[in-house]
């Protein structure tokens, strides 16, 4: 059998001779790393495992890897067909095909990764986050096998993975709990019957899920029935469970998690909190650890109840008990997840203790070197979530692409990038649209900010939609400085939806400058002539350039000089000094002194037609840059019409389609459910934006559409 053979029907293929020698910002990452651990260093006298299999893929698999090398650890990798040429394939020392794309058929069956594991000679498997890392039958498999697992036990998995039964556990360790019903939702009429009972608001959700699916706020009876429905199909989907449980909603809450590892010797500690509050669709966008909201006792009193937990459970590995917070500092049991978390690097940093070389350990056999006593808090740290998301669309819709540009600022003091991306991947329908987590850190709150903004600006990332401008903006806001935060935050500072930085006038009179600038520059390039004949055409040299702007439907008036290598620009009262040297159509960024103040900016495009687009400040801007005499005959220039798009359902992102509720003919209402979409295991409902006939379904259950698609079409 040949290697082409095994990929296009989806058999295993092994290869012992692809080790790769990492990039060299994969070794500056690395580097920067090591500087992070300084509790419990690696001991390289310690007994460990010789080869371990790491069950995923991505940013997490990457992660894992680079502590397996430095503890002298093999590393297997997995992957499916749609990950053949990715990073964390390239770093492990093995790798092996083990399906197709969708992870229901690769990353999700569990008989591909035992298979790997025998062929590979692996002693243990790491499961990352996602995928089967909470899966009790997985475990049990391993166990059998005599395989290692490197996290919880099979019946801590099954205890906490139900969420009816992870309440009864919590509160019989003394862990304070949300009011709720106990039992299994059986249908929509006994949810909105279960709901009046509580009293809305109520929040329904799945009782084997996480990350954020299979989850809704119901205020009403309507609500608990759409919320019911849509629940229980995301919740069969991701974790192939529909039970469903309703609890009471705590508004307005903060979301804290308390980090704990525990040791198979009846050892465990807390790690201090996480505090998670900024999400969008209960999936969180902005993390940092320490919370600025817990005083010391009530951080005490939640690593206590968390603690007391693993000891009921008798649990050893990393893990993440999660609490809502009210404004009270009163804290309920929402959750625990026996894993890694994604947000792990920023307890990290302001610890010293690498989670992973832990989780090795414990699961080894060690016995944990650190005490409670141990934990401090060195500092703060701030983690961003990169995604390839619209943040223009409901906070974050998905967006799909090959980076044919990407550089992590991993230059800068304090910068963390855990990443499974390099310039050339692709961002795949088939998994999380996730770039990168973007880790700052420093002395305090506001340098780790400063630093994450900073990191933000100088990010470049080209080929797909990306959610820098809302991380950006969020770091900059009043109320994000403040503190004052909840799980509502994003709807409360954007009630309209986000729509991008709104630029004070100096900062945008900056950007028009930079903007002319750039325009002059170019003017100026495109009048230099290769291979030009020896008899020069004398030409008087352009030195000024009166120039319309337009920019945000606002037009703009501006005249630029220049003199000695530098570019003086005029808009309004205001006048901008720029050095010439800093403008350098080239480069993908430019780091460019406005009247000695350093702004940073990228060229994102620009066409002959004088539309520019430039980023600033994370939020793209769309300009039109013309001479103000070509200006004059804009008026000349026939508009384009806007289409009607009222009686259009377009796909708000690429996705798969679950359902299609209509056909030909029907009669359709304003928001009637016409079809769902699915998008990383994420369930949609498209509805009706006016009523009328269906005059044209475009879809049919299990296609794939691409973002802005027309679905379906309305007479």
């Not at 920067?32 to 007994?47: M, S």
């Not at 990353?107 to 986050?129: C, F, N, Q, S």
């Not at 700052?440 to 990306?466: F, Q």
């Not at 430039?614 to 001479?627: A, F, H, P, V």
Request: aromatic letters at 6%.
């Amino acid at each position: 059998m040949n290697v082409p053979r095994l990929l296009v029907d989806a058999c295993f293929c092994f290869s012992k001779h692809n080790i790769r020698i990492p990039t060299f910002a994969t070794a500056t990452k690395l580097s920067q790393r090591r500087g992070i651990y300084t509790l419990d260093p690696i001991d390289p006298q310690e007994p460990t495992f010789n080869k371990i299999l790491i069950a995923n893929r991505g940013e997490i698999a990457c992660r894992i890897i680079s502590t397996a090398k430095r503890m002298g650890i093999k590393t297997v990798a997995v992957y499916s067909i749609a990950d053949a040429q990715s990073m964390h394939v390239k770093l492990a020392n093995e790798r092996v095909c083990i399906g197709n794309s969708p992870a229901s058929e690769s990353y999700l069956l569990k008989e591909r990764i035992m298979d790997a594991i025998k062929l590979t000679g692996a002693e243990a498997v790491h499961p990352g986050y996602g995928f089967l890392s909470e899966n009790a039958g997985f475990v049990e498999q391993l166990e059998s096998e005599n395989i290692s697992f490197i996290g919880p036990s099979a019946n801590s998995i099954t205890g906490m993975g139900d969420k009816l039964e992870s309440k009864r556990l919590a509160a019989a360790a003394g862990v304070n709990t949300i009011p709720g019903f106990d039992g299994v939702v059986k249908d929509a009429d006994h949810c909105v019957e279960i709901a009046r009972n509580i009293g809305y608001p109520v929040m329904i959700k799945a009782s084997a899920g996480g990350g954020g699916k299979g989850m809704r706020i119901a205020r009403s009876d309507d609500d608990a029935r759409e919320g019911f429905k849509l629940s229980s199909q995301e919740a069969l989907s991701s974790f192939g469970d529909s039970r469903m449980l309703v609890e009471k909603f705590i508004d307005n809450p903060r979301h804290i998690e308390i980090q704990v590892l525990g040791d198979k010797h009846g050892n465990v500690i807390f790690l201090n909190e996480r505090e998670c509050s900024i999400q969008r669709r209960n999936q969180k966008v902005i993390e940092e650890a320490p919370s600025v909201f817990l005083d010391d006792a009530t951080r005490k009193a939640m690593g206590e109840q968390a603690v007391s937990l693993c000891k009921k459970l008798g649990y050893h590995s990393a893990g993440t008990v999660e609490f809502l917070v009210d404004e009270n500092r009163n804290f309920y049991f929402l959750e625990m997840n026996t894993r890694l978390q994604v947000e792990h690097p920023i307890t990290e940093c302001i610890t010293g203790v690498d989670l992973v070389q832990q989780m090795i350990r414990v699961a080894k056999g060690h016995k944990l070197n650190i005490t409670q006593d141990d934990i401090k808090i060195n500092g703060w740290a701030v983690e961003s979530r990169v995604y390839a998301e619209d943040p223009y669309k409901n906070f974050g819709m998905p967006s799909i692409g090959r980076l044919y540009r990407y550089i992590e600022p991993t230059h800068l003091p304090g910068v963390r990038c855990d990443s499974g991306i390099e310039e050339g991947s692709e961002i795949s329908v088939y998994y999380d649209p996730m770039i990168c987590k973007l880790v700052c850190y420093g002395k305090d709150r506001k340098e780790a900010i400063d630093r994450s903004i900073k990191a933000l600006d100088y990010y470049v990332i080209r080929g797909v939609t990306h959610n820098i401008p809302l991380l950006r903006d969020i770091l900059t806001e009043e109320r994000f400085n403040k503190g004052d935060i909840s799980t509502n935050y994003l709807p409360q500072v954007y009630p309209d939806g986000f729509k991008g930085k709104q630029l004070n006038v100096k900062d945008k009179q900056k950007l028009l400058a930079m903007a002319s600038s750039l325009f002059a520059t170019n003017d100026l390039r495109n009048r230099q002539f290769l291979n030009s004949p020896r008899m020069k055409i004398k030409e008087k040299p352009v030195e000024d350039w009166k120039l319309h702007i337009e920019l945000n439907e606002e037009k703009y008036k501006l005249h630029v000089t220049q003199n000695n290598g530098e570019f003086i620009v005029k808009v309004d009262d205001g006048e901008y000094t720029i050095k010439k040297e800093d403008i350098d159509l080239a480069k993908p960024l430019l780091e460019v002194k406005v009247n000695d103040e350093t702004d940073v900016i990228q060229l994102l495009s620009k066409d002959a037609s004088g539309f520019y687009q430039i980023i600033y400040q994370g939020t793209t801007y769309k300009l039109y840059i013309l001479s103000q005499r070509s200006a004059e005959y804009l008026h000349l220039m026939p508009e384009k019409l806007k289409s009607d798009i009222s009686k259009q359902v377009r796909s708000p992102m690429p996705g798969l389609v679950k359902t299609v509720n209509c056909k030909v003919g029907d009669d359709v209402v304003e928001g009637q459910e016409l079809c769902v979409i699915e998008a990383m295991k994420m369930q949609n409902s498209m509805i009706a934006s006016a009523s009328g006939k269906v005059k044209c379904v475009n879809i049919h259950p299990g296609d794939t559409v691409g973002d802005d698609e027309i679905l379906i079409e309305l007479a």
